[in-house]
């Protein structure tokens, strides 16, 4: 009688794990699956990625099919994606995400002593395998001992090259500048790190020279005429004028407001570089317009966030720090107003990814979303530009509200700043899901568990 197998190939390990006759063995990285990858070695396989499920033929005898359960990183057969389901052959290859771990689907005539696949495996089963087989006497080669001669290929992507160099970069300049370079340049690092965040958490593609020109595109409406077109529209017009002291309005009479003059106001700002580089990805061919158009939610993501660091970086190193340097400097010295512009600049680049960077991709996820769904996209660009104009408008008004609720007002900000992100998170993963580009996204994960 034959037994089917799944055969590790890939990797220093050589284990096998037989497949059952009467239910599905899923394969990932949760303890509860029948296969269990090991986090720390298999961080682009999702804890359930795929099943293999047996099925009875009409000649009667069991073949098993293999399933994809919408992993992130896609299923692969024989090099190519699988699209829901493929009843395996003997010899077929399948590797669980993109250069993940490869099995070979095999059958043997005689019992083997393979490990049969239990729901207490441990996550490190395999891991542990590998460890001890690998550990020898052998003496160490050239570039064992010293890597940098002989660099592995992927360098560059594993090892975060490109990051670290540019952060060795800002190091060193920041050693030998001071006063409005400094905040400058420690604002730019520290608002390309929050981007670069997001970048990895969507897992696409998208050129850099892209998302700098939408931060660009927003700090150039910033300075520009047309700002004040929106100023006088929804300042003026509508009613979203606030006093220079929030306290003295009540908190509905607030909120209406900053909803209106911040929200509203800000958010469409923001989203016309994701609106201009939609028209600009009509404009050329294949396959630049899918590099630089917007065609699905994470293009939109994406844009919006870029759109929101620019946003983020002229209001504060050009509004708030240089305003709050120059009064404390007035009553306490020059030196305390650095200080006083550099406790403020920190944590509004930081906080952006629960403020405008997070408003921002999720109402770029909806705009994304409309062009997937052109049937119902004025109703969900509707919901977009409303829900985040109003976390806009509740977190401003919950800051004023300062001088009424003291230091509760801490708790209402996280509350409103947590909502923030939670949506832009969700629209993330969601966003994923549904990329038509999933095969080719690359992984997102930040840790091993």
């Known amino acids: ?49 795929a099943s293999v499920r047996p099925s009875k033929t009409p000649d009667g005898r069991i073949s098993y099919v293999l399933w994809d359960l919408n992993s992130a990183n896609g299923t692969f057969l024989n090099g190519e994606t699988l699209q829901g389901s493929q009843e395996l052959q003997a010899g077929d290859r399948v590797m669980f995400g993109s250069n993940g771990p490869e099995f070979v689907f095999e059958y043997q005539h005689k019992q083997p002593p393979v490990k049969a696949p239990q729901p207490v495996i441990s996550p490190t089963q395999v891991a542990a395998k590998s460890v001890v087989l690998s550990n020898t006497d052998s003496e160490a080669s050239w570039s064992q001992l010293l890597p940098i001669l002989s660099p592995p290929k992927d360098l560059t992507r594993k090892a975060y090259l490109i990051p670290g160099m540019i952060t060795v970069i800002f190091v060193v300049l920041l050693f030998f500048v001071q006063g409005r370079t400094y905040q400058f340049l420690l ?49 003026v017009l509508l009613p979203g004028n606030v006093p220079n002291d929030p306290s003295t309005l009540p908190f509905p009479q607030l909120f209406i407001r900053y909803f209106f003059g911040a929200g509203l106001l800000e958010e469409l700002l ?42 983020t970086l002229f209001e504060t190193l050009g509004q708030y720090v240089p305003g709050t340097v120059a009064e404390v400097a007035r009553d306490m ?89 939670v949506l832009l998170g969700s629209a993330i993963i969601k966003a994923r899901s549904m990329s038509p580009t999933r095969s080719q996204n690359f992984a997102t994960r930040f840790y091993g568990s």
Not at 26 to 47: E, H, K, T
């Open 187 to 235: 604002g730019s690092y520290l608002a390309g790190a929050v981007l670069y965040f997001v970048y990895r958490l969507c897992g696409k593609p998208k050129p850099w020279w892209v998302l700098i020109a939408s931060m660009m595109f927003t700090i150039l409406l910033l300075a520009s005429p047309i700002l004040h077109l929106f100023i006088f529209v929804f300042r």
């Open 270 to 311: 923001k989203a016309l570089p994701i609106v201009g580089f939609y028209f600009l990805g009509r404009t050329v061919s294949s396959p630049t317009r899918e590099r630089i158009g917007v065609w699905e939610p994470l293009d939109g993501i994406l844009l919006g966030s870029a759109s929101a660091v620019g946003f």
């Open 1 to 49: 009688m034959s037994i089917a197998i799944l055969r590790l190939v890939s990797g220093s390990g050589n284990n096998s794990y037989s497949l059952l006759t009467t239910g599905e063995a899923i394969v990932g990285r949760d303890p509860s699956c029948q296969i269990v990858l090991s986090s720390n070695l298999y961080g682009m396989v999702s804890r359930r990625h």
């Open 333 to 421: 010295g020059e030196q305390a107003g650095l200080l006083a512009g550099l406790e403020l600049l920190i944590p509004r680049i930081l906080g952006e990814v629960a403020g405008h960077l997070a408003w921002s991709g999720w109402f770029g996820y909806c705009i994304g979303l409309s062009i997937l769904k052109p049937r119902q996209a004025w109703r969900i660009l509707l919901v977009g530009y409303l829900s985040a104009s109003g976390l806009h408008g509740l977190w401003n008004s919950s800051a004023g509200l300062a001088g009424s609720l003291g230091v509760f007002v801490l708790g209402l900000l996280v509350v409103v700043g947590g909502m923030s992100y």
